[in-house]
């Protein structure tokens, strides 16, 4: 194992690649913590909530610095929470030497449709699927309507904070690993060839993982198509990812 780093990776909401991170966490020496831990209901939302009670930088980068001192790798959803949040972790995984990913998706319409599914039904991962989607598709619990407004808005504002997010990658002299989810997973090379090479590029030795590195390669059954005639206003949320997402 040559220098391996802890990793800091920072994406958007329903972007993919979990069984990638999952593979990264379990084979680097440092602790990873729960997805998207400055989220308002995780484990450091409280960071959060008081900066914005009391608006002080400096309280939160301390506070935002103490926990990266422990090494600890982070995914971070960068729309969820305010900019200086991000800017300030940028800062100091920088300052503790971090390698950073960003992590996109080129469909906007496919990533944004299941965000706005698991907001109607609740369902944020398998587990919560096979939960809930039986009485879904039993006629048991309605999924709530969509707001079409949010829809039309988050588009825009999801490619506004992820360009600010870049900007201050740059403005930092950041150096960053892109990764694209379509590149990955639907790419010419199986996601283990490309899971091996960012782990090297990290500092992590995988050359015993051969099997775990086969598993990613396995895909997973999409489920959600079968709950979309049971949302309120599911073909009126498409026609406006349709109209609205140009990428």
């Known amino acids: 194992m040559s220098n391996p780093r802890p990793t800091l990776t920072l994406t958007l909401r329903r972007t993919g ?53 422990n090494k600890v790798n982070i995914k971070h959803c960068v729309e969820v929470v305010p900019v200086q949040v991000t800017k300030l972790l940028i800062k100091c995984a920088k300052k503790h030497g971090y390698f950073f990913i960003v992590l996109t998706r080129s469909n906007s319409i ?14 944020w991962g398998p587990e919560h699927e096979a939960e809930r989607y039986p009485a879904i598709l039993a006629g048991e619990v309605k999924p709530a309507p969509i ?27 950041v150096d960053y690993e892109w990764l694209v ?34 598993k990613l390669n396995e895909r997973g059954k999409q489920s959600s198509y079968q709950i979309e005639n049971f949302i309120p206003n599911y073909d ?3 026609a406006i990812l349709k109209e609205t997402c140009i990428d």
Do not use: C
């Open 236 to 238: 009126d949320m498409m």
């Open 17 to 69: 690649g979990t069984s990638l991170q999952s593979f990264l966490a379990q084979v680097s020496p440092f602790r990873s913590v729960e997805h998207e831990p400055f989220n308002p209901d995780r484990i450091w939302g409280h960071i959060v909530q008081k900066f914005q009670e009391d608006k002080d930088l400096d309280a939160l980068e301390a506070s935002i610095d103490a926990l990266l001192e």
């Open 110 to 123: 496919r990533r944004l449709r299941s965000l706005f599914l698991a907001m109607s039904t609740g369902a």
């Open 181 to 214: 989810f379509e590149e990955v997973y639907q790419g010419e090379d199986p996601v283990s060839v490309h899971a091996a090479k960012l782990a090297t590029q990290i500092g992590i030795d995988v050359s015993g993982e051969g099997a775990n590195l086969d």
């Open 147 to 173: 707001n079409l407004d949010k829809v039309r808005r988050q588009y825009w504002n999801d490619q506004l904070v992820l360009g600010r997010t870049i900007s201050q990658l740059r403005y930092q002299n």
